[in-house]
């Protein structure tokens, strides 16, 4: 049996034009499952980043720090039921390139295979529109009463994307490293784009970008329009 080709595509940043992550935080917060105040945790990262005082990153991590402390005590069907509702009004708001890339490459006969720090509840919704084979995100516990413990699930795994890549390979013989692809868009996608054979530095953070160039990585650049290939 031929061996199959595989595509790693990071979400956030990279297909969604934002971050699912943060459009469900907000959500939570607005619909009130979260409480007002959740907003003051991740407020004065989310300021400096709009101000160029400060980075992307560090407004994430203040994201995600904030869902792990208040999804403590939430009902799964809470969760799901604004999951769903993100993706009904987000799910449109996709990179052409990246969209088109995914879609050219699952006619190809690729398997594509999602990968985001966001949690598996929302990014299975928003991954099953575009085709994706497999889906990895972060998987949080449910405890007593379907009700989230707050824990994190193989942390491990999530948190460095070269360990999916190592598993997909290790627990799929049927498919070969031979043509594989990714895409990412900030430096902690290295790892997995450092795991295949055609890696895609996709609007690439200064970091990435600098790295891309030193190791000879295609850069892609989409601004309104119009596609650039660096």
Known sequence: MKEKPVAFFDIDG???????????????IKEEVFPAEASDMFYEDLM???????????????????????????????????????????SKKVYRYTRDLLKELNQQGYVTIAISQSPKTVLDTFCK??????????????????????????E????????????????????????????????????????????????PNQVLYDYARRMNWSVVVERKDVIYKL
């Open 14 to 28: 990279t297909i969604f034009r934002s971050s699912l992550l943060v459009e469900l935080v907000d959500c939570l």
């Open 129 to 154: 529109q575009y085709g994706f084979d497999k889906v990895y995100g972060r998987m949080y516990e449910i405890g007593p009463q379907d009700k989230f413990t707050g824990e994190i699930i193989d």
């Open 48 to 90: 400096a980043w709009r101000n160029r005082e400060g980075s992307y990153e560090a407004y994430i991590k203040s994201v995600v720090q904030t869902y792990i402390t208040f999804i403590k005590g939430v009902h799964y069907g809470a969760l799901a039921d604004i999951g769903k509702k993100v993706v009904s009004l987000q």
């Open 156 to 203: 491990y795994l999530i948190q460095n994307k070269a360990n999916i890549v190592k598993r997909v390979f290790d627990r799929n013989p049927d498919l070969t490293k031979i043509n594989s692809i990714a895409v990412g868009d900030t430096d902690g996608d290295i790892s997995l784009l450092e795991s295949v054979e055609k890696p895609i530095c996709f609007n």
